[in-house]
């Protein structure tokens, strides 16, 4: 918490004779690195990632690009609300199982609860890509696509939290992950993760989940949606995350495989052809 309380609280030393009027003080903290599995009912929702339960997370999603998001949940202290860090505390027990079917839970919220008082932060993936771009994403996406690209929505975002889950898993195992790609095995990726520490490296989680987005995507046959929906999600990022490498390599490694997949006409919209134009120029 921002003024230096422990969420733990304080405890009392009891070795000592009953006649001592000044008894120690010691710090309560609690730092368990070991991920559980989420629920199989919570896999495919954005709450998965993180529920908007703190008052100023809520507030500044309103913010109208995603560069001021992205800027301020580098500085964010998800403990400074002491009223939902209490409520959390209440229910962390159940916040902490394997497959815990918690209200509250999401991979944000479990963090919390396995990481007190001992200075470590959530990545900034679960709130920002994560959460932040499964929501906007979806809900302005969703509702223009054609019955195919629907489904591939919904199975793409799936993909996306299964493949995290194998990530985090095999952390727990040992010091590689390795996620595949059914579409095209040469899709899919090897990186080095030093065990327990995939949640605790911002840096290392960013790299990590931004890689299972292209399996993610081609897995949900990407590849087999028509021009219209290809039109819709090549044009739905922000623009400011365009200027993000990490966008760039996987639109690139998702659209040659789109190139490769199909063969478009002279009625290709104009909008598909700029981006796929431009995914091949990089390409080259």
């Given at each position: 918490?921002?003024?230096?309380?422990?969420?733990?609280?304080?405890?009392?030393?009891?070795?000592?004779?009953?006649s001592?009027?000044?008894?120690?003080?010691?710090?309560a903290?609690?730092?368990?690195?070991?991920?559980?599995?989420?629920?199989?009912?919570?896999?495919?929702?954005?709450?998965?990632?993180y529920?908007?339960?703190?008052?100023?997370y809520?507030?500044?999603?309103?913010?109208?690009?995603?560069?001021?998001?992205?800027?301020?949940?580098?500085?964010?202290n998800p403990?400074d609300?002491?009223?939902?860090?209490?409520?959390?505390?209440?229910?962390?027990?159940?916040?902490?199982?394997?497959?815990s079917?918690?209200?509250?839970w999401?991979?944000?919220?479990?963090f919390?609860?396995?990481?007190?008082?001992?200075?470590?932060?959530?990545?900034v993936?679960?709130?920002?890509?994560?959460?932040?771009y499964?929501?906007?994403?979806?809900?302005?996406?969703?509702?223009?696509?054609?019955?195919?690209?629907?489904?591939w929505?919904?199975?793409?975002?799936?993909?996306?939290?299964?493949?995290?889950?194998?990530?985090?898993?095999?952390?727990?195992?040992?010091?590689?992950?390795?996620?595949?790609?059914?579409?095209?095995?040469?899709?899919?990726?090897?990186?080095?993760a030093?065990?327990?520490?995939?949640?605790?490296?911002d840096k290392?989680?960013?790299?990590?989940?931004?890689?299972?987005?292209?399996p993610?995507?081609?897995?949900?046959?990407?590849?087999?949606?028509?021009?219209?929906?290809?039109a819709?999600?090549s044009?739905?990022?922000?623009?400011?995350?365009?200027?993000?490498?990490?966008?760039?390599?996987q639109a690139?490694?998702?659209?040659?495989?789109?190139?490769?997949?199909?063969?478009f006409?002279n009625?290709?919209?104009?909008?598909?052809?700029?981006?796929?134009?431009?995914?091949m120029e990089?390409?080259?």
């Amino acid at each position: 918490m921002s003024n230096g309380e422990n969420p733990l609280g304080r405890g009392e030393a009891i070795h000592t004779p009953t006649s001592w009027r000044d008894r120690a003080q010691v710090q309560a903290s609690s730092c368990d690195k070991v991920v559980p599995p989420a629920a199989d009912s919570i896999i495919g929702q954005c709450v998965y990632y993180y529920r908007p339960i703190h008052g100023e997370y809520v507030n500044k999603t309103g913010a109208t690009t995603w560069e001021t998001v992205k800027a301020w949940l580098t500085t964010w202290n998800p403990w400074d609300d002491v009223e939902v860090v209490r409520k959390l505390l209440r229910n962390r027990d159940v916040l902490i199982q394997p497959s815990s079917d918690s209200p509250m839970w999401s991979r944000g919220t479990n963090f919390m609860m396995r990481h007190i008082g001992c200075g470590h932060q959530f990545p900034v993936y679960y709130m920002g890509y994560g959460y932040y771009y499964c929501s906007n994403y979806g809900a302005k996406l969703y509702p223009r696509l054609t019955k195919q690209g629907k489904d591939w929505l919904v199975n793409a975002r799936r993909n996306l939290q299964k493949n995290m889950e194998k990530g985090l898993e095999q952390n727990m195992r040992g010091n590689t992950i390795v996620i595949p790609c059914k579409f095209n095995k040469s899709r899919g990726f090897s990186i080095p993760a030093p065990r327990y520490e995939l949640e605790l490296d911002d840096k290392l989680f960013k790299n990590f989940a931004f890689r299972t987005h292209v399996p993610a995507y081609l897995d949900a046959d990407l590849a087999d949606l028509d021009t219209k929906d290809l039109a819709m999600i090549s044009g739905q990022p922000n623009i400011e995350e365009w200027a993000d490498k990490d966008t760039w390599k996987q639109a690139i490694v998702s659209g040659g495989e789109v190139v490769g997949r199909k063969t478009f006409g002279n009625d290709m919209p104009p909008l598909v052809r700029q981006v796929l134009d431009r995914l091949m120029e990089m390409l080259e």
